[in-house]
């Protein structure tokens, strides 16, 4: 049983939930895209994850799943979640994205929408993904990035990763078949430590554009980046709350837990543990 340091601002014991039903203290609606298409490698895990985190501060977190035959309002949602998936999906998802909510996405992200976007669901939203087999699928254009497969004969890239995220680490698992390069103004999320990343040449992984971040780190990501989900959620009720008032509603939590399992992960792979923990501005770039 974890040893809890019970302080006012580190309490984890929830509120309970009927509580955080009746009077939150803040409320967040979640976009969950393509739920049932899209969700390899624990991805769902994120969606918990976020759950938990606003629990434990008595947040309540609404969360609406958006699937290929719903339309989508940009207006309508404070954080979006999509995850990865096979090819087979991400066809089916391509066309729903060109034909339905590619625009709603691309208006919501340029609104500073906070949006996390793992693996295939990554690569649907940027500029397009040649599969293995079948039609180049146009994406959502959101990410400044391509992604090629270069056919099945060749390695997956699978794998931990470890990543440098402004001053401190991120870490996860991976697996694309396809292999993502970004355009010249691209921001990646962070420097490859150890693992493929985007591609396994160049070093850098993800790309971040506006508040929406695209990653290959499956696993899922939150559960051992606790710094990473408190860093969205702080984006979403700034948005919506205010700045001074996401620092008040997001006290920090004893992650414990969390960081000695992400301190392990990162010693598995060959990567001493940085002292900070925390991006130091929710705004500053990486
Ligand atoms: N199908 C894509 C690829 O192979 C994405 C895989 C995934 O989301 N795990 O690269």
Not at 173 to 201: I, K, S, W
Request: aromatic share 6%; glycine share 10%; proline share 7%.
């Amino acid at each position: 049983m974890r040893e809890m340091r019970e302080t006012s601002e580190m309490s984890r014991e929830p509120r309970a939930a009927s509580e955080t039903a009746e009077h939150p203290v803040a409320t967040l609606r979640l976009g969950h895209l393509y739920p049932d298409q899209l969700n390899v490698y624990g991805d769902r895990g994120n969606i918990l994850t976020f759950q938990r985190r606003c629990a434990w501060r008595g947040i309540a977190l609404e969360i609406a799943p958006v699937g290929g035959d719903d339309r989508l309002d940009p207006a309508a949602y404070d954080l979006l979640f999509i995850g990865g998936g096979q090819d087979r999906e991400q066809e089916d998802i391509a066309r729903d994205l060109r034909e339905r909510k590619g625009p709603a996405l691309r208006a919501a992200v340029e609104a500073g929408v906070p949006l996390l976007a793992v693996c295939g669901g990554y690569q649907l939203l940027a500029r397009f993904y040649r599969p293995a087999e079948g039609p180049e699928l146009q994406g959502a254009a959101i990410f400044d990035a391509w992604t090629i497969h270069p056919g099945k004969r060749v390695e997956r890239c699978v794998g931990n990763v470890a990543l440098r995220w402004r001053e401190t680490t991120l870490i996860g698992f991976e697996n694309p078949g396809g292999r993502t390069y970004l355009g010249a103004g691209a921001q990646p999320l962070g420097a490859v430590l150890a693992g493929f990343g985007n591609n396994g040449e160049d070093a850098r992984e993800g790309c971040v554009v506006h508040n929406a971040y695209g990653t290959y780190l499956h696993g899922s990501l939150l559960p051992k980046n606790p710094h990473l989900a408190d860093h969205l959620l702080a984006l979403a009720l700034a948005r919506r709350y205010g700045v001074s008032a996401a620092a008040r509603l997001l006290p920090p939590l004893d992650d414990t837990l969390e960081w000695q399992a992400h301190d392990a992960m990162l010693r598995r792979v060959g990567v001493s543990p940085t002292p900070a923990r925390l991006p130091l501005s929710p705004h500053a770039t990486t």
